[in-house]
């Protein structure tokens, strides 16, 4: 069973440009979530889609967003990039909302501004 | 506002010693506790998780325990193996929105 992907691995912008990352669920999961990891600060929730809407959401500006599509396979987006976007963003997935079914990571999209 | 905390950033343990990761939480409302392993360049996968109904769960070299009176957490790796270097991360999911949050991640190093 293939696992969670996201691509691309590593993308490199510049300031004030926007960018679009993709993840691609296990197959079956209908649950999406994204995550950003930076040095000292963990993972940080982003959001959370399931069944194409948007369940939750983390402290981020509007700036990021993101949606699901009908096949469960998610998109994010960063628009305006600023430096500090610069992270590894990490997406999981599940089977559904369940507590007692953890995330499955894909190994994440390395984004940097510079 | 940090709501989960792993306090230390790295652990070094010798191998065929006893690990133990902690982890802190500030809200109530986490019901659901989970830890997770990171390599370099992969996605964290899960490790083991425990409900806040239980104070104990164990899988094969690792355990969790959970006090929730104090609310803390610790994953307990017995024997630790080289190949248990990695960052841990410990999770909490809130009761109420189902929402799944983070500690910071602690290094372990496994020394042979």
């Known amino acids: 069973k293939a696992g969670v992907t996201q691509t691309p691995r590593y993308l490199i912008k510049t300031r004030g440009q926007q960018v679009t990352l993709s993840c691609s669920p296990i197959s079956g999961h209908r649950s999406v979530s994204w995550y950003q990891q930076t040095p000292g600060q963990g993972l940080q929730f982003l959001f959370e889609y399931f069944s194409e809407t948007q369940r939750n959401k983390g402290n981020f500006p509007g700036r990021f967003s993101g949606r699901q599509f009908s096949n469960s396979r998610s998109e994010m987006n960063v628009s305006t990039l600023e430096l500090g976007d610069s992270a590894l963003y990490l997406c999981?997935?599940?089977?559904?909302?369940?507590?007692?079914?953890?995330?499955?990571f894909g190994d994440g999209t390395r984004l940097s501004i510079l | 506002d940090q709501q989960v905390k792993q306090n230390s950033p790295s652990l070094s343990v010798q191998e065929g010693r006893i690990s133990i990761l902690n982890c802190d939480y500030t809200n109530s409302m986490f019901d659901y506790f989970l830890w997770y392993k990171k390599y370099p360049a992969e996605g964290p996968t899960f490790l083991i998780s425990i409900s806040s109904i239980k104070d104990k769960n164990e899988d094969g070299r690792f355990t969790v325990f959970l006090n929730k009176s104090a609310k803390h957490l610790s994953l307990h790796i017995v024997p630790s193996q080289p190949g248990d270097s990695a960052v841990y991360f410990c999770?909490?999911?809130?009761?109420?929105?189902?929402?799944?949050?983070f500690g910071q991640g602690t290094t372990l190093q496994v020394k042979p």
């Open positions: 999770a909490a999911i809130n009761g109420n929105t189902g929402k799944l949050i």
């Open positions: 999981a997935s599940s089977l559904d909302a369940g507590e007692e079914q953890p995330q499955h």
